[in-house]
């Protein structure tokens, strides 16, 4: 018998579900995920969130509540961001220091609730707390000042720790921040808590929704671009990490995400080290505008991106679609 077939099939694989369960190279679990949550003041409080419809803002008390519904989907950390009193904020960001600040009662809530089952992250930036909406402190011409920011980046992640934070979390982009932190977190007695620096942020145009969650977008004045990233460099992420590692990061973070799986993927080969990616605000209000104009299914369209951040090289993903995909992947 002679003829000429092809040698090689790659529908042959495809062919049955069985097959393809087989054959699947990467998976999304509930594990990989990572939920990003609004704190607000008062009790009993919740307030959505205009242009990230579905996500809301709680109060402490409804905190503790979806920290609950988190371990109960098996999702192992949340990301903890304060939408702090307006009266409260001032130019030097000072509320960021008070022991009983939004972010420590919710810190030291979740934890009297849910202890080592659930990771609390917490965010390291000013931005929450300044009258500027800037990560940091500004001169008189509005410029982001480095070293000063850091010492006050310093003094908010051990307030955090001391709260019962378990990863610190700088999202600032100061220079020399990581190491400050680590000495210190040491040096106050926190060993184990970890750090996971957002090592290469850009200066992206999807965090506008964010911005209102926590009610900075209206206060910021001019962009962020003095210390975030340029969205149109790679290797200088890979200088960024290389930093972050060596002033003693446990963990690095890509972000914005789907815009930039190439870096996520890079950072994977070239360092080896757990990378986690943020799908952030505007990457979620896509994905809700899509389905909501009928251009997607909604469901698909989540596990089908969250998948990609897998594919990509990411140890885990920052996702406000956490809890929604954790009930699709139990089915
Ligand atoms: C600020 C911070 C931002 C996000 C997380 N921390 C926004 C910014 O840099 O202006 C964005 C997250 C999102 O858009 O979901 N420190």
């Not at 500027?132 to 402190?137: F, P």
């Not at 378990?166 to 100061?174: E, F, N, V």
């Not at 962009?223 to 060596?246: F, I």
Request: contains cysteine; proline residues 5%; aromatic residues 6%.
């Amino acid at each position: 018998m002679t003829g000429n077939y092809p040698l090689t099939r790659l529908r042959r694989t495809r062919a049955s579900a069985w097959s393809r369960t087989l054959h699947r190279e990467n998976i999304l679990t509930p594990a990989d995920l990572i939920w990003p949550l609004f704190i607000t003041s008062g009790e009993g409080v919740e307030e959505p969130i205009a242009s990230l419809p579905g996500v809301s803002r709680w109060s402490v008390d409804l905190i503790v509540a979806r920290a609950q519904e988190a371990v109960a989907l098996g999702i192992p950390v949340v990301a903890l961001f304060p939408n702090t009193p307006h009266d409260l904020r001032s130019a030097d960001g000072a509320e960021a220091h008070n022991p009983d600040n939004l972010m420590c009662r919710a810190i030291r809530a979740i934890k009297a609730a849910c202890g080592d089952t659930l990771g609390v992250l917490t965010d390291v930036a000013l931005d929450p707390y300044t009258s500027h909406g800037q990560d940091g402190l500004v001169d008189e011409a509005g410029y982001v000042l480095n070293d000063e920011t850091v010492a006050a980046l310093v003094d908010q992640a051990v307030n955090q720790a001391r709260a019962g934070a378990d990863i610190i979390a700088p999202s600032d982009m100061m220079d020399g921040r990581i190491h400050a932190i680590r000495q210190a977190l040491e040096m106050n007695g926190f060993p184990n808590v970890q750090i996971m620096s957002y090592a290469a942020k850009y200066a992206s145009a999807f965090y506008g929704p964010f911005r209102d969650a926590v009610g900075s977008g209206g206060l910021l004045k001019g962009d962020k671009k003095t210390y975030q990233m340029d969205p149109a460099n790679g290797d200088e992420a890979l200088r960024e990490v290389a930093l972050d590692l060596a002033e003693g990061a446990d963990s690095v973070m890509v972000k914005p995400g789907l815009a930039y799986l190439d870096i996520v993927r890079r950072v994977k080969d070239e360092f080896a080290v757990p990378v986690f990616a943020y799908q952030v605000s505007g990457e979620y209000a896509m994905i809700e505008a899509a389905a909501a104009a009928g251009a997607g299914d909604r469901d698909a369209l989540v596990l089908e991106t969250l998948l990609a951040f897998k594919r990509a090289g990411a140890s885990g993903i920052l996702t406000y679609h956490a809890p929604h995909a954790a009930r699709l992947l139990h089915g």
